[in-house]
């Protein structure tokens, strides 16, 4: 990604929490080789100096466009750092607003005449970002969410960039009309440009791309099963509601360590696409399963189980990572609820949750770890059966379940114990002819 990064022309970016997937060092080490500079104002990691961001970013830079000296700030908001598998401990965060406040200035003092945040924020965060700082950043350019949209508050366009190069914004700005409230006035224009098979390849870039995956696409390209049933992977899916993919999956990693349950956070699942009915490739599978951390096994309460389902529609309808898709339980809550309040009633194995109860639950490590919110998966009370250093990553287990399906239809009963002998079990119960057809059962309703 560096080399394609450095050959498009980047000249500045925002840390994402994305960036941070295989550890801080590692970033570092990539950053290096980067021809642009990577930004984040306000999380700083002492251990580094004082005053020095996460990762040895850089708080603000100015560059000279076209006679106008620009300035750019990089501000990520505090759930951000909740979202990041493993991070520095004594993190210092300051909130975006205050950090704009405090170095926009010294922008303007080295001769900025116009300011832009580049931000990973979710949308209510640079609303906010927006309604506190009118008058000191005239653009905000944002990531996180995965849509897009353009918007004006406060005075301040708020541009979101969509995700995954679906999207490209041409963006003018010129100056307008000073005011004596405000001073310079900004006239900015945006151009949406949706990037679809229409728009032509670069010959240089797709070059480069068949060079890349050519030592990849046999294996990517590799049959790992069929379905007879479109697999809804789309984040508008699975970060509000129930998923057949994600009951697949859910239902693979349960049976395969014979737990009781097993609870995923749909930030786990990243295809964002419907999946038509027909082969499954393992290119399907790595770009709808990238992470590395592994599936680990916990016997917990069913209280701390049910402030994990508080916990994964505590932030509903945002379309967040935490919630939930699920095996094994089915649960309703009420939105209209205060958060921590919504959950109205919760079965494991088809009988009301026993709060007092241990259960065996599948997870994921980063949810073990408390990550996303996940707290109450962290204690001295809960026990680990299968640790992370045991357990097979998530993608690799849903293909060892394509590898085991047959024609005959099973469901694997309420288990207590955890074993390899479990793994030689049919891996979803809805199958037709050997390929998958999972559905939706009602395992999560919203009342």
């Known amino acids: 990604m560096i080399e394609a990064l450095n050959d498009v022309g980047v000249n500045f970016a925002c840390l994402g929490n994305h960036e941070l997937d295989f550890g801080v060092p590692h970033f570092q080490k990539l950053a290096e080789k980067c021809n642009f500079p990577w930004l984040c104002a306000n999380v700083l990691d002492p251990a580094l100096g004082e005053e020095v961001p996460l990762g040895r970013c850089s708080k603000t830079a100015i560059v000279e466009m ?4 620009i300035g750019l700030i990089g501000l990520v908001e505090q759930e951000w750092l909740a979202t990041i598998n493993v991070l520095p401990p004594n993190l210092i965060y300051r909130s975006a607003s205050a950090t704009a406040r405090e170095l926009v ?6 001769g900025a005449d116009f300011i832009i945040a580049l931000t990973h924020q979710r949308e209510p965060n640079d609303v906010r970002l927006a309604q506190e700082c009118g008058g000191l950043i005239d653009l905000i350019l944002a990531g996180h969410d ?4 353009d918007s004006l508050v406060n005075g301040v366009r708020i541009v979101r960039s969509g995700t995954d190069f679906k999207n490209l914004s041409y963006i003018e700005a010129r100056r307008g009309t000073p005011s004596a409230a405000r001073g310079k006035i900004w006239e900015i224009d945006v151009v949406k440009e949706d990037i679809t098979a229409d728009v032509p390849e670069d010959p240089e870039m797709k070059a480069w791309v068949e060079t890349v995956s050519s030592t990849l696409r046999a294996q990517l390209e590799q049959p790992v099963g069929t379905t007879v049933v479109d697999l809804d992977a789309r984040f508008t899916t699975v970060r509000r509601m129930e998923s057949n993919w994600g009951n697949f999956i859910a239902d693979a990693m349960r049976q395969a360590y014979g737990a009781d349950c097993c609870i995923i956070s749909s930030g786990t699942i990243r295809g964002d696409q419907v999946y038509p009915a027909g082969v499954i490739t393992m290119r399907d599978i790595r770009n709808c399963l990238p992470f590395e951390d592994p599936t680990v096994v916990v016997r917990v309460t069913g209280q701390a189980i049910w402030l994990a389902l508080e916990n994964s529609v505590s932030l509903y309808p945002a379309l967040e990572g935490r919630f939930p898709q ?5 649960f309703d809550f009420d939105p209209s609820m205060p958060p ?3 959950v109205k009633s919760a079965c494991i194995g088809g009988l009301p949750m026993d709060l007092e ?3 065996l639950l599948a997870s994921r490590d980063y949810m073990v770890r408390g990550k996303d919110g996940y707290t109450s998966l962290v204690s001295d009370d809960v026990e680990v059966v299968v640790g992370p250093e045991e357990g097979d990553r998530i993608y690799k287990i849903v293909l060892e379940a394509f590898s085991r399906l047959t024609a005959l239809p099973f469901q694997a009963p309420l288990q207590h114990a955890a074993g390899d002998d479990a793994r030689s079990r049919v891996s979803q119960k809805l199958t037709v002819n050997g390929a998958i ?6 395992r999560i309703a919203v009342i």
């Open 357 to 359: 109860r241990t259960y």
């Open 146 to 149: 995965h849509f897009y949209r």
């Open 437 to 442: 057809a999972p559905t939706l059962e009602g």
């Open 105 to 110: 200035p010294l922008l303007r003092d080295q």
């Open 66 to 69: 076209n006679g106008i000296r």
């Open 340 to 342: 921590f309040q919504r």
């Open 326 to 330: 699920v095996s094994g339980i089915t």
